[in-house]
T-cell receptor, first 111, second 113 residues
């Protein structure tokens, strides 16, 4: 089967940098995605890694190590509006094109 | 087109009743997904359509659940004989073949009393 592990909660202050880790187990790994979800809102796509290395998109970066079955989301220059849940998700060839999500990490940013 | 839309946004029903939800994907997206999300959990895959064909179904999708996408555009998800355990947020997402990003709608929050 497939499983993903990520911390349940992270707290930080405005302007700080935070890293949310994700480890996964799948039988046919295809790629790792990150989604952000504010309370009561829809998940929104942040980034996708299919190959090892770092992908940077503005204040957010995502990293993948396929050999370690590990990835992380790095959020820089934190703002209050970054307070949300962050989900890592994998595509698994055996599961087709659907995403398999972790349980999410709740990020709380304080002033 | 402003994104994926879902209706209704909220539904309260009594146990044993049938409910139907609608999803309108982004117009040029040929792939449509239904997910279910409960409090404190990530979305869980239910089913997937490519155009009008239902290509994948999760084992979570019991025989009380049925989904359709008759013309390859909007989709409906019906739950028959609802149970309290069906209470959840039902999310729809769409994308194009070859694109990794899935675009989610705002969801339908179902409460079964």
């Amino acid at each position: 089967g497939q499983s993903l592990e990520q911390p349940s909660e992270v707290t930080a202050v405005e302007g700080a940098i935070v890293q949310i880790n994700c480890t996964y187990q799948t039988s046919g790994f295809y790629g790792l995605s990150w989604y952000q979800q504010h309370d009561g809102g829809a998940p929104t796509f942040l980034s996708y890694n299919a190959l090892d290395g770092l992908e940077e998109t503005g204040r957010f970066s995502s990293f993948l190590s396929r050999s370690d079955s590990y990835g992380y989301l790095l959020l820089q220059e934190l703002q209050m509006k970054d307070s949300a849940s962050y989900f890592c998700a994998v595509r698994d060839r055996r599961a087709g094109t659907a995403l398999i999500f972790g349980k999410g990490t709740t990020l709380s940013v304080s002033s | 087109d402003t994104g994926v839309s879902q209706n209704p946004r909220h539904k309260i029903t009594k146990r044993g009743q049938n409910v139907t939800f609608r999803c309108d994907p982004i117009s040029e997206h040929n792939r449509l997904y239904w997910y279910r999300q409960t409090l404190g959990q990530g979305p869980e895959f239910l089913t997937y359509f490519q155009n009008e064909a239902q290509l994948e179904k999760s084992r979570l999708l019991s025989d009380r659940f049925s989904a359709e996408r008759p013309k390859g555009s909007f989709s409906t998800l019906e739950i028959q004989r609802t149970e309290q355990g069906d209470s959840a947020m039902y999310l729809c997402a769409s994308t194009r073949t070859g694109e990794e990003t899935q675009y989610f709608g705002p969801g339908t929050r179902l409460l079964v009393l």
